[in-house]
């Protein structure tokens, strides 16, 4: 079946640093989603992709749907402790219906 | 209240015990999915509801697993004979929209279920 891969794993980043992380997939996906899970809690979206290509900011985040359709880029700017938590992509092959396809998650540490 | 709200937050069942899982999603609100998320793991699908309709059951992972939405809106995930394997934060969500494009989908807190 469909399975999407994130890296990196886990990552350790001081107060105010850049951070990047992607996803890939063995699919292609006509939508790319990203949402922030804090503990005990639910996923909270975060941007939403449509169009290979598409660039799209959220204040300090910006996300990309990459080109082949097969990955997406997430990057958060002068991060702060609250960027703590957990961050996945979801990809959908179809432009429409439910099914959306997690990747395992990037688990961000901010330090002071 | 204004978001999806899940009930019981936390369930202690014994293997081989019923247990029934409670979705309220957000009032208006077309589609509602139900996902299964293990621990250190990103949520995985397993149904999908449009309105009352089932339209997509394809992630359950056994005939023990049953959602029904009969009235368009609550809906109840039924886990018969539970297993070890089956504990996890089961996670709903709802959207506004069916098959249209641009539908965000807003998450619950879960139920974690624990079965021992």
């Known amino acids: 079946g469909q399975q999407l891969n994130q890296s990196p794993q886990s990552m350790f980043i001081q107060e105010g640093e850049d951070v990047s992380m992607n996803c890939t997939s063995s699919s292609i996906f006509n939508t790319w989603l990203w949402y922030k899970q804090d503990p005990g809690e639910g996923p909270v979206l975060l941007i939403a992709l449509y169009k290979a290509g598409e660039l799209t900011s959220n204040g300090r985040l910006t996300a990309q749907f990459g080109i082949t359709r097969k990955d997406s880029f997430l990057n958060i700017s002068a991060s702060i402790p609250s960027d703590v938590g957990i961050y996945f992509c979801a990809g959908r092959e179809r432009n429409y219906g439910q099914n959306f396809v997690f990747g395992p998650g990037t688990r961000l540490s901010v330090l002071p | 209240g204004a978001g999806v709200s899940q009930s019981p937050r936390y369930k202690v069942a014994k293997r081989g015990q019923d247990v029934a899982l409670r979705c309220d999603p957000i009032s208006g609100h077309v589609s509602l999915f139900w996902y299964q998320q293990a621990l250190g793991q990103g949520p995985e699908f397993l149904t999908y509801?449009?309105?009352?309709?089932?339209?997509?059951k394809s992630g359950l992972p056994s005939d023990r697993f049953f959602a029904e939405r009969p009235e368009g809106s609550v809906s109840t995930l039924k886990i018969q004979r539970t297993q070890q394997e089956d504990s996890a934060v089961y996670l709903c969500?709802?959207?506004?929209?069916?098959?249209?494009?641009?539908?965000?989908?807003?998450f619950g807190q879960g139920t974690r279920l624990t079965v021992v």
């Open positions: 969500a709802s959207s506004l929209l069916g098959r249209v494009m641009n539908t965000e989908a807003f």
């Open positions: 509801f449009q309105n009352e309709a089932q339209l997509d």
